[in-house]
């Protein structure tokens, strides 16, 4: 039997199918999705149609899982209002902090949602909405996140008369949803938007939550990092740290988290358990940018950066490019420190470059450690820059541990391919690998290897100087 796995990016829809008894990848296609910080779901849509469109035909079961915190607000008759509003979108930074500040504070968050909103959150948005948009806050009867979305269209959305369902996972990244209680928080969404909203229904990880036109089973689906977490099939102890878009640092914990300092969001994973995680909006972006302004691409700039000693000759990159969410610093620039006429070399910043982007998730690294008590035994590299020798030689000696590099695969789509083989097997009565049908299906590790280096805590001393220093990073 063949299950389809679909991760739906912040830049491109990817499908996998693969087998439901091992995971063994058989046929995968890409669709790129406009760039941008809003999006209308159409593109989506109209992507993961044409990655799809002979893949999804062959598969006995579809997993979805997508880009978190997006908000697709709906209308009574199921129609989207306005383009969506994405993760990366920094403009409800102010609601963020006023939503904070009417709740009681930090605190009284993290102890009712396992996190502390962001301008990423979906709640965040609705208040933005509500201020700036009202006409179209006032049309909205239900919001749904990408996932759910997606999800929805392919079992016939309103058309077919469907009802929208999530899962905890992806729910638990909104600011309105409690993962340790398993409930929405109506009054937060209210407080947010005005008035009452509708919720998709939260289903259980393992559940059939509808069919394809075709007839295929469709699992509950999930989030980017919950779907990547299932690929990976983390372990106690593993920690994943993802350099894409976006970068991320989270492991798999039987018990929730509420981190009242708001680095650490309190997630619930795809499997009942839970998902404390770091994300920064800054991740690989920050490379592609220094190497396009050196004239040269990620090869180049990778050979450039271990041509550099480290520490950069003294070169401290902050990277925020974009604003930053972890930490929460929202009009914050990038800052390159410490440029000399004998460090001004393309070597140089080139490894500033990678040493910062590095810098910041060893930052997101320790903060999980901190809220969780879990030290990591190992790091698992996934995401785009994963690739680049310079970060697999570079990565254990800033984060002070080994570096696992499993092979290059789409693991958000693996894990949606994962998810819909457990379905499968709900929706059959039986387990696909002849597992416990309580628990995903048992699909063997993916090949790997493991990168080690003497720890370089002289630069991170320098990043965390750069870092703390708010008159820079205030320019």
């Known amino acids: 039997m063949l299950v389809a796995g679909v991760d739906s990016s912040t830049q491109s829809t990817k499908v996998l199918l693969c087998r439901a008894e091992d995971g063994v990848i058989v046929a995968q296609a890409a669709a790129g999705h406009p760039d941008g910080t809003e999006c209308d779901p159409e593109h989506w849509w109209r992507a993961l149609g044409t990655a799809g469109r002979e893949l999804l035909e062959r598969a006995d079961a579809v997993g979805v899982a997508a880009q978190q915190h997006g908000m697709i607000a709906l209308d009574s008759a199921g129609g989207v209002i306005r383009p969506a509003m994405l993760w990366n979108d920094v403009k409800s930074a102010p609601q963020a902090a006023t939503l904070i500040d009417e709740l009681g504070g930090p605190a009284r968050w993290a102890a ?7 301008m990423s959150f979906t709640v965040t948005k609705l208040r933005w909405l509500a201020e700036n948009e009202p006409a179209n806050a006032e049309r909205t009867q239900q919001v749904l996140l990408p996932h ?3 999800t929805w269209r392919l079992a016939g959305g309103q058309r077919a008369g469907v ?22 928080l109506p009054d937060l969404a209210q407080r947010a938007i005005g008035h009452q909203l509708e919720f998709p229904r939260v289903a259980h990880p393992s559940a059939v939550v509808g069919h394809t036109a075709r007839g295929a089973v469709l699992s509950a689906g999930t989030g980017d990092n919950m779907g990547a977490a299932l690929g990976l099939g983390l372990g106690e102890r593993d920690m994943a740290v993802s350099i894409g878009t976006s970068g991320t640092a989270y492991l798999v914990s039987p018990t929730p988290a509420a981190d009242p300092s708001g680095a650490v ?4 994973d795809a499997t009942g358990r839970f998902l404390p995680l770091v994300c920064t909006v800054n991740a690989a972006r920050v490379l592609d940018v220094t190497a396009r302004m050196l004239g040269t691409d990620a090869a180049g700039l990778s050979r450039l950066a271990l041509a550099a000693s480290p520490g950069a000759g003294g070169l401290a990159f902050l990277p ?3 604003g930053e969410r972890t930490p929460n610093r929202p009009a914050a620039n990038g800052v390159l420190r410490g440029l000399t006429t004998h460090n001004a070399t393309a070597e140089n910043l080139a490894r500033a470059a990678v040493e ?6 060893a930052d997101a690294i320790d903060a999980v450690t901190a809220t ?8 698992m590299l996934i995401g785009g820059a994963a690739r680049s020798e310079v970060i697999r030689q570079v990565a254990p000696a800033i984060f002070g541990v080994p570096v696992t590099v499993p092979e290059p695969a789409e693991y958000v789509a693996l894990g949606a391919a994962r998810q819909a083989a457990w379905a499968l097997g709900t929706g059959s009565g039986t387990s696909i690998s002849g597992s416990d049908p309580a628990q995903p299906p048992t699909w063997p590790a993916r090949p790997a290897t493991i990168h080690e280096a003497d720890p370089l805590p002289q630069v991170r001393e320098q990043y965390a100087a750069l870092r703390n220093d708010a008159a820079a990073w205030q320019l």
């Open 372 to 379: 969780t008590g879990v030290a990591p035994r190992r790091i």
């Open 265 to 268: 969001c309190g997630f619930a």
């Open 148 to 150: 759910d979305w997606l």
């Open 320 to 322: 925020y490019l974009d």
């Open 112 to 118: 009712r949602t396992g996190s502390v909103p962001t």
């Open 163 to 184: 009802l929208a369902t999530t899962d905890r996972g992806d729910a638990s990244g909104t600011g309105y949803f409690s993962p340790a209680d398993n409930a929405w």
């Open 356 to 361: 910062a982007v590095l810098c910041s998730l």
